[in-house]
């Protein structure tokens, strides 16, 4: 059916199922009309993790590593006492406000302390939406284009690329391009590119699939230069396991860059051969993920280059791999060379056996004089067995704090780290550690801090308070060439 003659046959349906009561839309017939309303009534579902499974490969060598376990003492200072998987896609939402207050006093290598207080800095961001909601907006236009129109076929061996951009390049401002449920056969190198002011909805069951290739940079979905976009359920799927080659490190599953006002929701990003999501260009600003799930992914389950503005909320970050550069965690948060990561939101997330880290905030030593990473709240959320590419000589973390300023940490729960539960380093400045559980830690690695809660290491103004930190297997809160004031913790 051509364009034209779908649009006259277009009919107007008010649909209230999905959390958007009272949003019009144009489908083309009756068709398309029942395939939109069953998208929409699986809008809510929230994604949960899958079964605990140690990755298929993991390597040791993470960016942080060698800052982490530079020429420490075997017990240094202390406190406290020592004793092809199916996926499917989802939005996001709006910022809020790290109020890392800071005050400075100095833990000397015996781990005494002598404090001195000074005025709290408060980094300021968009408060964030209440946890569970919707969070990508109904669409400003009732328009609808499904992808059948246009060509694409689900469940052959087609390239559907171009049929799926043909339904993009159509719809107008504002609407909706909706891709029905089956799987779609998507050419990396091209890969599906959203315009500015439009909803890409996948349905529940709808899979865009890379087809297999030896390059390792591709992208699924690439949102580049636009504003004001939204992709919403369904999952994108990568090529790892099918891979045929074994270079690079850059095959994404959905990518942003230079964009601003995305939101993406209900998604599941699986078996990509570099990263889930990657967030990064030198302009990106306004970017909200909610309910999506990264899965099995071989770099990183979401790599943050550059941004001001973000929110990732009530969403699992699971079973990241690691690639021979030693990535492999379930958040990076990490600049590169010119780039800066402002004004970021981690909230009620479940990040859990990845095989480095489970979180990594940081800069490499190239980037340091050129980058900068800052305002970074991270509240709420679920870290639980992390580093599992953990060793005797290497130690990972659930959560590595590196070269930040004002960083709150606040309100977590963090279980089962092969290596340190949190560990702030290498010059971060402004860190509040406060009100987290941290348990379970094991021993790796082979330094002081091997088997801590807690871990400071060249750091200045953190503050550890109100934290419960027990059955850790190292020292509770280790501390070593540190400036952090540490009280009102709960240590056994």
Request: charged letters at 15%; glycine letters at 14%; a neutral charge.
């Amino acid at each position: 059916m051509t364009l034209s003659v779908l649009m006259r046959r277009c009919l107007i349906a008010t649909l209230t199922a999905g959390g958007v009561a009272g949003g019009l839309f144009v489908v083309s017939d009756r068709t398309d009309r029942d395939q939109l309303e069953t998208v929409l009534a699986h809008q809510h579902r929230d994604p949960t993790p899958g079964s605990a499974r140690r990755p298929t490969t993991s390597r040791a060598g993470e960016r942080g590593e060698r800052r982490a376990t530079r020429g420490l003492p075997t017990a240094a200072g202390s406190i406290g006492a020592t004793p092809t998987p199916s996926t499917t896609l989802t939005p996001a939402p709006a910022a809020g406000a790290p109020d890392t207050g800071a005050t400075t006093s100095r833990v000397s290598t015996t781990g005494t302390t002598s404090t001195a207080t000074s005025p709290s800095r408060e980094a300021t961001v968009p408060a964030a939406p209440p946890s569970g909601g919707a969070c990508a907006g109904a669409p400003s236009s009732p328009a609808v284009v499904n992808v059948t129109t246009t060509g694409a076929r689900a469940g052959d061996s087609g390239d559907d690329t171009a049929a799926i951009q043909a339904a993009i390049d159509a719809v107008p401002n504002g609407g909706t391009v909706l891709v029905p449920d089956g799987i779609y056969l998507i050419n990396g190198a091209r890969g599906v590119r959203p315009k500015s002011s439009m909803t890409l909805r996948l349905a529940a069951g709808a899979v865009l699939r890379v087809i297999a290739t030896s390059s390792g940079n591709y992208n699924v979905i690439r949102i580049q230069g636009v504003s004001n976009v939204a992709v919403v359920g369904g999952t994108v799927e990568g090529d790892l396991g099918r891979h045929p080659g074994n270079s690079g490190q850059w095959g994404h599953g959905i990518s942003v860059n230079d964009s601003r006002s995305v939101t993406i929701d209900s998604v599941t990003s699986a078996e990509a051969w570099g990263d889930g999501f990657y967030v990064g260009g030198t302009s990106s600003a306004d970017i909200t993920l909610c309910r999506v799930r990264a899965d099995h992914n071989r770099r990183q389950g979401i790599s943050v280059t550059d941004v001001d503005g973000m929110v990732i909320r009530d969403s699992v970050f699971t079973r990241t791999v690691s690639e021979p550069g030693g990535a492999g965690s379930g958040i990076d948060l990490e600049p590169n060379g010119n780039q800066h990561v402002h004004n970021v939101q981690l909230l009620n997330n479940t990040i859990t056996d990845n095989s480095v880290q489970g979180l990594s905030i940081g800069i490499s030593d190239q980037y340091r004089a050129s980058s900068s990473v800052r305002n970074i709240t991270v509240r709420g959320n679920t870290f639980d067995n992390n580093g599992l590419s953990a060793s005797p000589t290497v130690m990972r973390t659930g959560m590595y704090i590196s070269d930040v300023s004002t960083v709150l940490v606040e309100g977590n729960t963090v279980r089962r780290s092969h290596g340190a539960g949190i560990y702030v380093t290498s010059g971060s400045r402004q860190v509040t550690v406060r009100g987290n559980t941290v348990t379970g830690t094991t021993k790796a690695g082979k330094h002081g801090e091997s088997g801590a809660g807690i871990a400071m290491y060249q750091d200045v103004g953190t503050v550890v308070t109100g934290n419960t930190v027990t059955g850790n297997a190292g020292t509770p809160i280790f501390t070593y060439d540190s400036q952090s004031t540490i009280s009102g913790n709960t240590t056994s």
